[in-house]
């Protein structure tokens, strides 16, 4: 195997981490119904399927500018694109579901605490969205971690990561902010990998943020859908082999349960 090839090991374990820093947790599927979706009968399913979640309308506004005799009006019309579901916790967020005519979007906010019962109550949706919407194929799979660490400033940031940009120390330079973005095409698997590391200011003053967030996407159509349980498995894969790299002893710092 080349060297610069990456290498799915779905044996390797990670720690849970009793104190994860995760903020919100993503998965996207991608894929266009094949049926016409009616607004008022996809709400009495979704009320039906989902009683512990509230339901908005999501739709889309577009200004319109006209002239007339007495100058120039402007209105607006919508297009309806799906609804949005969401479970609170006591008067916060749990979990957001955006079922649309471009795919399902699932999330969970924190406090984030294992995969089982994310991808658990994430299931509940892709397989209603299957059943309802009935897709060909789905065009793409992606998950998003993101993740949160307060910080007295960039310098601390370095406790946490590798800082991808240093600031100018040398010749009297510092900063309170950055944002690093990397992007790639993994050799040897069909995927990729969007990885942003950034410091920015916090609500308090002397306060500041540090993010860590890994995005992973499918390069391909999956077109059999039994193949979608194991891509996500693999996605996770490599959120964890990128997170447990990228976060320097993370375990002891946000208190590794097991392996």
């Not at 979706?37 to 509230?54: H, I, K, P, S, V």
């Amino acid at each position: 195997m080349n060297m610069s090839e990456f290498y799915i090991d779905l044996k390797k374990s990670f720690p849970t981490l009793e104190r994860a820093p995760i903020v919100e947790a993503v998965i996207q599927w991608k894929a266009v119904p094949s049926v016409e979706l009616q607004e008022e009968a996809l709400r009495n399913q979704l009320a039906t399927a989902f009683q512990e979640y509230g339901i908005e309308r999501q739709r889309d506004i577009h200004a319109i500018f006209k002239e007339s005799p007495s100058g120039s009006e402007m209105g607006h019309s919508w297009i309806w694109q799906g609804f949005r579901l969401t479970k609170l916790s006591g008067d916060k967020p749990e979990f957001v579901a955006q079922f649309t005519r471009k795919g399902l979007v699932f999330s969970q906010l924190a406090p984030y605490r294992n995969w089982e019962g994310f991808i658990g109550e994430a299931n509940r949706f892709w397989s209603e969205f299957r059943d309802v919407c009935r897709p060909t194929q789905i065009d793409g799979i992606s998950t998003r971690f993101i993740s949160q660490v307060l910080v007295s400033n960039a310098d601390e940031a370095g406790e946490y990561i590798e800082v991808a940009a240093q600031p100018l120390k040398q010749i009297g330079i510092s900063t309170s902010n950055f944002f690093h973005q990397d992007k790639a095409e993994l050799r040897g698997v069909p995927y990729n990998v969007t990885l942003v590391r950034a410091v920015q200011a916090g609500k308090d003053a002397d306060r500041s943020l540090l993010i860590v967030d890994i995005d992973v996407s499918t390069r391909e159509p999956l077109v059999e859908f039994d193949a979608a349980e194991q891509t996500l498995r693999e996605l996770r894969f490599i959120k964890n082999e990128i997170f447990f790299t990228v976060m320097k002893m993370a375990r002891e710092k946000f208190g590794g349960l097991s392996t």
